[in-house]
Structures are given as structure tokens and as C-alpha cells.
């Protein structure tokens, strides 16, 4: 353990610290104005224990205890020990399949006495050193494909054991690594193909009640000629020939996954993403949450109704206001303004996270601070997106703002482990 001297506390960047505790209290205030009840005969302190804001400080004060921890440890031992932390935290996500206990459908959480802890909000950042630490070894040339096998099996491993829980909502967010893999040297084609596929994918869905397969297969022939463009005639022919099969594949294959693969619900939160055409009783009944969200924050106008001011919020219209879906709270009481100012703090936070990264020595550390920027991103992106209605509802909460101790010391771990990593820049890091 290190001690915290006047040299440490000069090194570490004030900037990203003053943004994260004013991202903190802001989401404090906004959790507490989701709870608020106005009525005086059963109206709670924001400090009580008993309704979320509440808990939610103290979620806050033992984060302080961690901060404080991560400074303390020596820089060397986030890259000496984690492959060991990654290896605990695969087990952490093992034994919950067995011990844990299921909440909202998915068995994530280990139940201690009236609190739960969820492992894969912490399995966030033990892949992002576990990533880190192999990128960083000697000899690793990554604009290689074969030295991507390794990193794409890191992320693929907790994903899995994830989905298997049931929460697939987290198991996406292992996909933001990707992100890293190309900033790292990942081939250009291996991102372009990832793109194809993907909008292939969503336009299967899209057209899929309209029987335009041949329209998209159209599409997929256009883009491969597009790609093939430049090449020798023989190479030409041949990814004409391979993206048009592959085309058909995913076709097939989409809508294959969305009718034998995906559970109920989440099937009826696709058909409600993709299909502007179904009548309001039909979006009420498969998109209650997006639906309500969406009147929640228009509700807002251009300045909002004022702080515990929702009337949306007080009768409880949304639910989960307090967590995966807090952004109606800041939209409805802080309106188009307060929504513009949140989400600009937000992106000069992300910023800030690209900043500390480039200006690392090591590339372990690199590395490690674009893992934190590229979860920071994902669960900000996705989670706004899915309260406005342009992604499904996959229940991944908004970094500091929505309720939850697990989640908000997981995010503050893995972003003072790259505040401790920063302010160690100048020194050469090496393995224990």
C-alpha cells in the first residue's frame, strides 16, 4: 500500500475527479426527485434510509472508502494481478448461477442479509485489466487477427456466463471492448464486416413483415461490389459471390434468432423498435416503459416542470424511474435544457477519459483507460437511447445517476483505477 502524499495528490487529474462526484450528486438529486412523494403524511428525507435516495448516499459515502482504496494500492499490482482478479471475478459469475438469488428475472445476485451485490457490474473491470495486461504483453503485433483470439475469448467468457443468468442487458455491454480492439490495431475489415452485418441484421428486421428479401439481398450484393472495388477481377467475383451467400445467411439467420431464440418479451421489444406501424394499444402493451418515458420527457418541454416538480414521476407512470430509466426524471423536471446540460457534462467526462488515455506511457494503461471510456460510452449511449425509444429496453443502467450500489462501485473502481494508473504516467511500469 502507498502512502496518499503531496506528490500523489498533485499527479492525479482534479478534472476527471471534479466531473465524477458532480455526476454523482447530480444523479443523488435526480434519484430522490424519482422517489419523492409530496404527499406530508408519508414524505421521506432525501437522507432516509428507507426509500432509494437514501441508501443510495450511503451507496455513495462507501464509495468514498473505495476511492481511497484505489489510491492506496500500488499502480503495478492492477497489472500484476489481473489476470488473478479476472479468474475471481469468472468465479463470482459461476457461483451466482448456483447461490445466487433471481431478481427482475435474472438470477445475477448474491443476496447478503437486505443487500444484494450483482457480479458482473464488477466483471467489467476485471476484463478491463485482464485485456489490458495481454495487450500488453512483449510481442503482441495486434494488427494481426490471431492475437485478437485471446482478447475476443476475455470478453466472450463473462459474457456468456452472464447471458446465462438472464441478464443479456449486462452481456451486451462486453461488446463496447470491441471499441478498444480497433483503437488497439484490429484490422479495418474486421470492424467494416461487423458494420455489414449488423445493419443487414436490423434491416432483416425492419423488412421482415414485408417480404423484401430480395431488396436486401440487393443490398448485400451493392455493398459487396462496393467493397470489391479496386480489387482483381477473380477477388472481385469471388466477394460478390461470398457476400451475397452470406447475405442470404443472415436473412435466415435473423430471422431464425428473433423467432425461436429470443424470449417473449424481448421479442415484442424488437417488434416495437422496428415497427413504427403498430397502433397505440399495441405499443402500450409491448413498450408500457418506453411509451411512458417518452411522455415523461416531453412532459419537460423546453425548461422542465422544476425540481420535484414531475408529475409523471410522482404517480409512479414509469417504471424503475429510479434506475434504468432516470433520465425521464432529468427530462421531465429539468426539461430540453437540463437534458442538453447532463448529457454535455457527460461527454466532456467521456472526453476527458480519451484524453487520459492517449497521454499514458504504458500501453497497458492505454489500453485500460480506453476499456473505461468504451463501457462508459456503451451504458451512457444505450441507456438514454432506450428511454427515447431508438433502442430496446435492456435494462443497463445510466453510469452515476441511476440507483444501485453495485453498479455505482463498479464504475467508480474502474474509473479510479485509471485515475490511479494516470497519476503514475510518468513512471515506468513494470510487473511485480
Not at 448485400?220 to 467493397?227: D, Q, S
Not at 422542465?304 to 427530462?331: A, M, R, W
Amino acid at each position: 500500500m502507498e502512502r496518499i502524499g503531496r506528490g500523489l495528490l498533485n499527479q492525479i487529474d482534479w478534472i476527471t475527479v471534479g466531473l465524477y462526484f458532480l455526476l454523482v450528486l447530480m444523479g443523488w438529486l435526480n434519484i430522490y426527485a424519482a422517489v419523492y412523494d409530496p404527499d406530508p403524511a408519508t414524505h421521506k428525507s432525501i437522507f432516509s434510509l428507507s426509500i432509494n435516495s437514501g441508501k443510495q448516499l450511503l451507496w455513495i459515502g462507501l464509495s468514498v472508502f473505495l476511492i481511497l482504496m484505489m489510491l492506496l494500492i500500488d499502480f503495478k499490482l492492477y497489472n500484476t494481478l489481473a489476470y488473478f482478479i479476472y479468474g475471481a471475478s469468472m468465479l463470482a459469475l459461476l457461483g451466482v448461477l448456483f447461490l445466487g438469488t433471481e431478481i427482475y428475472g435474472s438470477k445475477s445476485w448474491f443476496r447478503i442479509g437486505s443487500f444484494s451485490i450483482q457480479p458482473a457490474e464488477f466483471a467489467k473491470f476485471a476484463t478491463a485489466l485482464a485485456i489490458a495486461r495481454f495487450l500488453d504483453e512483449p510481442n503482441k503485433r495486434t494488427t494481426q487477427i490471431k492475437h485478437f483470439i485471446i482478447p475476443f475469448l476475455l470478453i466472450a467468457l463473462p459474457a456468456f456466463l452472464i447471458h446465462e443468468q438472464g441478464d443479456d442487458g449486462s452481456a451486451m455491454v462486453f461488446a463496447a471492448f470491441l471499441l478498444v480492439f480497433y483503437r488497439e490495431g484490429l484490422p479495418q475489415f474486421i470492424m467494416v464486416t461487423g458494420v455489414w452485418i449488423v445493419s443487414m441484421f436490423v434491416l432483416t428486421l425492419v423488412f421482415q413483415d414485408k417480404n423484401l428479401v430480395e431488396l436486401l439481398i440487393a443490398i448485400g450484393v451493392v455493398g459487396a461490389v462496393a467493397v470489391a472495388i479496386g480489387e482483381k477481377k477473380w477477388k472481385r467475383i469471388t466477394l460478390v459471390l461470398a457476400i451475397t451467400v452470406a447475405s442470404v445467411g443472415i436473412i435466415w439467420g435473423t430471422n431464425y434468432f428473433v423467432n425461436h431464440v429470443l424470449a417473449d418479451h424481448q421479442r415484442a421489444r424488437v417488434k416495437l423498435l422496428v415497427n413504427p406501424d403498430l397502433s397505440k394499444a399495441e405499443k402500450r402493451g409491448i413498450g408500457y416503459q418506453t411509451v411512458q418515458s417518452k411522455i415523461a420527457i416531453g412532459a419537460g418541454g423546453f425548461f422542465g416542470k422544476g425540481f420535484l416538480e414531475g408529475t409523471q414521476t410522482k404517480f409512479d407512470y414509469v417504471p424503475k424511474q429510479s434506475t434504468d430509466f432516470i433520465f425521464c426524471t432529468i427530462g421531465e423536471e429539468h426539461g430540453w435544457v437540463g437534458s442538453l446540460v447532463m448529457i454535455g457534462l457527460f461527454l466532456a467526462f467521456l472526453n476527458r477519459l480519451i484524453i487520459l488515455a492517449e497521454r499514458q506511457k504504458s500501453r497497458f494503461s492505454r489500453v485500460y483507460g480506453y476499456c473505461v471510456m468504451a463501457i462508459m460510452f456503451f451504458h451512457f449511449t444505450i441507456n438514454i437511447g432506450m428511454t427515447i425509444g431508438l433502442f430496446p429496453v435492456i435494462g443497463i443502467p445510466l453510469p452515476f445517476f441511476s440507483y444501485g450500489g453495485s453498479s455505482l462501485w463498479a464504475f467508480t473502481i474502474l474509473l479510479f483505477i485509471m485515475v490511479k494508473l494516470d497519476a503514475h504516467r510518468k513512471q515506468l511500469l513494470v510487473k511485480f
